[in-house]
């Protein structure tokens, strides 16, 4: 049985046998590809209604705020109105001129030369080239020029990533005009750059790297863009010079450090760092590039093509906290990943680009819209028998809602591609296509993946080399007629098929790439499994909780993206018992026409056989996707250990009120985190946080009156004194004094009722230091029930 999962796993080494074309391609544009059926049509409409129903008054009233212009409506709520205002507003430029250039709908195009036409009357108020509704931004922006800079993981001068921010609307400006060849937003695109190389002109090197330590987006991509735009030198410069050097740097040395980062500020850093180089034909920072890519893709990855937890890099070695947390791949990593993959695979021209490309399509951003309201998924846990969270329209404004409407409007970029006289189809999604460059168009006809055959048909004649992908997954051989006559095929799997010849209108091409079930492992080779039928994951539906009732739509708070209900006793969730992978026998297909697939007789924990289905077609329910496998004769001791497990991780859930991860990213700023002269950094694998000064959270009592307060240290920090305060009142004061060993451990506070607020359920706690001291350093913070 080993010999079947060395090769299914392949998958994570993403066909490595793949050869080059040998020289730069490019996708075929969205405007020259339409999508005509099949699940990717259906989600590009779903989203279509989902654009429209978004209200740009209330997107564009934050921009008009901060413009000191009238506002007419109000923002949106959640993150749209708590720090990162606006964000939304820039995501939805680019949605909305992805929709226009892949549908040709002008109802989208109105809305797009309205939002544009708007936003200029607020960079016209602001009078620099200035365009954003980051609160407070005039103060913050006059501090960073002078040279103030205040730089944390998230926070920049006591702002929630300001440069990240503004990047939304910068690109959005930045695809207005590429997609729709809207020549204002050109021109406030290079007002907008002007501004930013004003202001950075005032900082040497060192301030500027310092000011990158906070997340700033794809900021040097998008610089990169305007010089490509512009030709203007000038501008590639600063894009270089907006590049995170501490990430960059130990990547040029081919050296893995990435354990501990958070996983969406580096990506796209590094789609930036790929797109300089292709400008500039720069093989070192490309290589750089790619490194990346292979240490996130074939060490860090899991089946559907996503990455992190808690949104953080996990170590390569060790995926235990993939299957149990519920914070499990972020949309946006992979919205990020496939944009890198496709820059690299448009410079080299390696086939493991797609491979990964097509697996992250088709099951992880495929799979995080709701196929009826549209509504969009955060995070996808791992976690057996856990659920999705998904976005309401007027609520949800979280960073996956800006990079998911964005998703499901570009569903035709890379199916086909283009180089000299060549032209390759990449990925079986129906469709047609015009090749501009030869005044050729094609179609294609595909149930991909309910059917493993599609029929290519060519519509114009002509003299060209048609190249058609040989997946990796394809198990057996591929099989190939042009207008019903077989051709021998000398490709192998991973490679393209050559089809050289003198073609006439009408000429047909059927392909059929047969696949196989077959199992994948974590890449770190702990027992868990995924199900897979071709590139396509697999999962089952999986039973509430005895009278369980779960919302799947997310409200208005900052972690309503989370689902937080009940966790699974993962002695309950769905298992394999087995003797290694021998399970995959008992898996079998039920229905020829759609992919449904039966566990029928196969040893498990369930009192039924399973239904699995597409991953993506998966919604409204708990599910499992990673399945567990473990020897019948270890079985009931295993049992007996995941059943204490459960029972203290339980007791735990049931008896906290609210919980931070400090020195994470997105939990703090979901705590509305502030601080003064404060870190955070990694030790091991446990983030934490101190300060010189102080530094703060907000808690949720959740109206218990007599709660605790639990804070978790490291044994060696020594000489440590500061204060703990409730809204400011005194609770304690703590010392450390470092003489508990190399080992976390936790010390609980119960916080007396009369410092608890009388008029909210919301506390706020500071952490401050002595003179000459430090506070913390913090590794966890846990509110508790009495």
Same mark, same amino acid.
């Given at each position: 049985?080993?010999?079947?999962?060395?090769?299914?796993?392949?998958?994570?080494?993403?066909?490595?046998?793949?050869?080059?074309?040998?020289?730069?391609?490019?996708?075929?544009?969205?405007?020259?590809?339409?999508?005509?059926?099949?699940?990717?049509?259906?989600?590009?409409?779903?989203?279509?209604?989902?654009?429209?129903?978004?209200?740009?008054?209330?997107?564009?009233?934050?921009?008009?705020?901060?413009?000191?212009?009238?506002?007419?409506?109000?923002?949106?709520?959640?993150?749209?109105?708590?720090?990162?205002?606006?964000?939304?507003?820039?995501?939805?430029?680019?949605?909305?001129?992805?929709?226009?250039?892949?549908?040709?709908?002008?109802?989208?195009? *109105?809305?797009?030369?309205?939002?544009?036409?708007?936003?200029?009357?607020? /960079?016209?108020?602001?009078?620099?080239?200035?365009?954003? *509704?980051?609160?407070?931004?005039?103060?913050?922006?006059?501090?960073?020029?002078?040279?103030?800079?205040?730089?944390?993981?998230?926070?920049?001068? /006591?702002?929630?990533?300001?440069?990240?921010?503004?990047?939304?609307?910068?690109?959005?400006?930045?695809?207005?005009?590429?997609?729709?060849?809207?020549?204002?937003?050109?021109?406030?695109?290079?007002?907008?750059?002007?501004?930013?190389?004003?202001?950075?002109?005032?900082?040497?090197?060192?301030?500027?790297?310092?000011?990158?330590?906070?997340?700033?987006?794809?900021?040097?991509?998008?610089?990169?863009?305007?010089?490509?735009?512009?030709?203007?030198?000038?501008?590639?410069?600063?894009?270089?010079?907006?590049?995170?050097?501490?990430?960059?740097?130990?990547?040029?040395?081919?050296?893995?450090?990435?354990?501990?980062?958070?996983?969406?500020?580096?990506?796209?850093?590094?789609?930036?760092?790929?797109?300089?180089?292709?400008?500039?034909?720069?093989?070192?920072?490309?290589?750089?590039?790619?490194?990346?890519?292979?240490?996130?893709?074939?060490?860090?990855?899991?089946?559907?093509?996503?990455?992190?937890?808690?949104?953080?890099?996990?170590?390569?070695?060790?995926?235990?906290?993939?299957?149990?947390?519920?914070?499990?791949?972020?949309?946006?990593?992979?919205?990020?990943?496939?944009?890198?993959?496709?820059?690299?695979?448009? /410079?080299?021209?390696?086939?493991?680009?797609?491979?990964?490309?097509?697996?992250?399509?088709?099951?992880?951003?495929?799979?995080?819209?709701?196929?009826?309201?549209?509504?969009?998924?955060?995070?996808?846990?791992?976690?057996?028998?856990?659920?999705?969270?998904?976005?309401?329209?007027?609520?949800?404004?979280?960073?996956?809602?800006?990079?998911?409407?964005?998703?499901?409007?570009?569903?035709?970029?890379?199916?086909?591609? *283009?180089?000299?006289?060549?032209?390759?189809?990449?990925?079986?999604?129906?469709?047609?296509?015009?090749?501009?460059?030869?005044?050729?168009?094609?179609?294609?006809?595909?149930?991909?993946?309910?059917?493993?055959?599609?029929?290519?048909?060519?519509?114009?004649?002509?003299?060209? &080399?048609?190249?058609?992908?040989?997946?990796?997954?394809?198990?057996?051989?591929?099989?190939?007629?042009?207008?019903?006559?077989?051709?021998?095929?000398?490709?192998?799997?991973?490679?393209?098929?050559?089809?050289?010849?003198?073609?006439? *209108?009408?000429?047909?091409?059927?392909?059929?790439?047969?696949?196989?079930?077959?199992?994948?492992?974590?890449?770190?080779?702990?027992?868990?499994?995924?199900?897979?039928?071709?590139?396509?994951?697999?999962?089952?539906?999986?039973?509430?909780?005895?009278?369980?009732?779960?919302?799947?739509?997310?409200?208005?708070?900052?972690?309503?993206?989370?689902?937080?209900?009940?966790?699974?006793?993962?002695?309950?969730?769905?298992?394999?018992?087995?003797?290694?992978?021998?399970?995959?026998?008992?898996?079998?297909?039920?229905?020829?026409?759609?992919?449904?697939?039966?566990?029928?007789?196969?040893?498990?924990?369930?009192?039924?056989?399973?239904?699995?289905?597409?991953?993506?077609?998966?919604?409204?329910?708990?599910?499992?996707?990673?399945?567990?496998?473990?020897?019948?004769?270890?079985?009931? &001791?295993?049992?007996?250990?995941?059943?204490?497990?459960?029972?203290?991780?339980?007791?735990?859930?049931?008896?906290?009120?609210?919980?931070?991860?400090?020195?994470?990213?997105?939990?703090?700023?979901?705590?509305?985190?502030?601080?003064?002269?404060?870190?955070?950094?990694?030790?091991?694998?446990?983030?934490?946080?101190?300060?010189?000064?102080?530094?703060?959270?907000?808690?949720?009592?959740?109206?218990?009156?007599?709660?605790?307060?639990?804070?978790?240290?490291?044994?060696?920090?020594?000489?440590?004194?500061?204060?703990?305060?409730?809204?400011?009142?005194?609770?304690?004061?703590?010392?450390?004094?470092?003489?508990?060993?190399?080992?976390?451990?936790?010390?609980?506070?119960?916080?007396?009722?009369?410092?608890?607020?009388?008029?909210?359920?919301?506390?706020?706690?500071?952490?401050?230091?002595?003179?000459?001291?430090?506070?913390?350093?913090?590794?966890?913070?846990?509110?508790?029930?009495?």
């Amino acid at each position: 049985m080993k010999k079947l999962v060395l090769k299914v796993l392949l998958f994570v080494a993403f066909s490595y046998s793949s050869i080059s074309v040998g020289t730069p391609l490019q996708a075929i544009p969205l405007t020259d590809v339409r999508i005509t059926d099949g699940p990717f049509l259906h989600a590009q409409q779903t989203n279509l209604s989902y654009l429209l129903a978004m209200d740009p008054e209330r997107l564009l009233a934050p921009y008009r705020r901060e413009a000191n212009l009238p506002v007419n409506t109000e923002s949106y709520p959640n993150w749209e109105n708590t720090g990162l205002d606006g964000h939304i507003g820039g995501h939805y430029l680019t949605a909305l001129s992805l929709m226009y250039a892949s549908t040709g709908d002008k109802e989208v195009l *109105a809305r797009l030369n309205y939002m544009v036409a708007e936003l200029a009357k607020c /960079q016209q108020q602001h009078g620099n080239g200035y365009l954003g *509704a980051v609160p407070d931004g005039t103060r913050i922006w006059k501090e960073i020029a002078a040279g103030n800079i205040q730089a944390d993981l998230f926070t920049l001068n /006591q702002s929630w990533v300001p440069w990240y921010n503004l990047h939304k609307v910068f690109s959005g400006l930045r695809d207005a005009y590429l997609y729709t060849d809207n020549q204002q937003a050109k021109t406030m695109l290079i007002e907008f750059s002007d501004w930013m190389l004003a202001l950075s002109n005032k900082l040497n090197d060192q301030q500027l790297q310092t000011m990158l330590r906070t997340e700033y987006g794809g900021l040097n991509e998008t610089l990169a863009d305007v010089y490509q735009i512009t030709g203007e030198q000038k501008y590639l410069t600063l894009a270089r010079r907006y590049t995170d050097m501490s990430l960059l740097t130990p990547l040029l040395a081919q050296q893995d450090k990435l354990n501990g980062l958070h996983a969406n500020t580096q990506i796209p850093k590094i789609v930036g760092v790929a797109r300089i180089a292709s400008l500039a034909n720069d093989h070192s920072w490309l290589a750089s590039a790619d490194y990346f890519w292979q240490q996130v893709v074939t060490k860090r990855s899991v089946s559907i093509g996503g990455n992190s937890v808690r949104e953080h890099f996990h170590p390569s070695e060790d995926f235990s906290s993939m299957v149990k947390d519920v914070e499990g791949p972020e949309t946006c990593n992979t919205y990020n990943m496939l944009k890198l993959s496709k820059l690299l695979y448009q /410079q080299k021209g390696e086939l493991n680009y797609l491979d990964y490309y097509e697996r992250a399509l088709f099951n992880h951003i495929l799979s995080s819209q709701h196929p009826v309201h549209g509504g969009l998924v955060y995070f996808t846990p791992m976690r057996p028998n856990h659920y999705r969270m998904y976005s309401a329209v007027s609520e949800g404004m979280w960073c996956c809602v800006g990079s998911g409407i964005e998703n499901h409007s570009k569903y035709g970029e890379m199916i086909y591609s *283009a180089g000299d006289n060549q032209f390759y189809i990449n990925l079986f999604i129906d469709s047609q296509v015009n090749w501009a460059a030869k005044n050729i168009r094609f179609s294609q006809t595909t149930a991909f993946p309910d059917s493993d055959s599609s029929k290519i048909v060519i519509h114009d004649s002509g003299k060209f &080399a048609l190249n058609i992908r040989y997946p990796a997954w394809v198990n057996h051989n591929i099989e190939l007629s042009v207008n019903g006559k077989p051709v021998a095929i000398s490709a192998r799997p991973g490679q393209y098929i050559t089809l050289d010849r003198e073609w006439q *209108a009408g000429d047909e091409i059927n392909v059929r790439v047969p696949m196989q079930t077959t199992l994948e492992q974590l890449p770190d080779q702990s027992n868990y499994y995924s199900i897979l039928h071709g590139p396509i994951v697999l999962a089952a539906k999986t039973l509430p909780f005895a009278n369980e009732t779960l919302n799947f739509i997310a409200d208005s708070s900052r972690m309503g993206h989370i689902a937080q209900g009940p966790l699974c006793d993962l002695t309950e969730a769905p298992l394999f018992i087995s003797d290694g992978d021998s399970f995959l026998q008992h898996i079998k297909r039920t229905d020829s026409e759609k992919l449904r697939f039966s566990t029928t007789d196969a040893s498990m924990n369930q009192s039924a056989p399973l239904e699995l289905i597409p991953f993506f077609r998966l919604h409204d329910s708990r599910y499992t996707l990673y399945f567990p496998q473990v020897n019948g004769k270890d079985w009931q &001791a295993q049992k007996q250990q995941l059943q204490l497990v459960a029972q203290r991780e339980k007791a735990l859930a049931e008896n906290t009120l609210d919980v931070i991860a400090p020195g994470q990213q997105q939990p703090e700023a979901d705590h509305f985190f502030e601080g003064q002269n404060s870190e955070a950094g990694i030790n091991g694998r446990r983030h934490w946080r101190h300060a010189h000064d102080w530094f703060s959270y907000r808690l949720n009592t959740k109206g218990e009156t007599n709660p605790v307060l639990r804070l978790t240290y490291f044994g060696l920090d020594k000489d440590r004194r500061f204060d703990i305060l409730i809204d400011n009142k005194l609770l304690t004061s703590v010392s450390l004094s470092g003489d508990k060993g190399a080992t976390f451990y936790s010390v609980d506070y119960p916080i007396p009722s009369h410092l608890l607020p009388t008029d909210s359920h919301y506390l706020r706690i500071t952490f401050k230091a002595h003179k000459d001291s430090i506070a913390g350093g913090l590794y966890g913070i846990r509110l508790l029930k009495h």
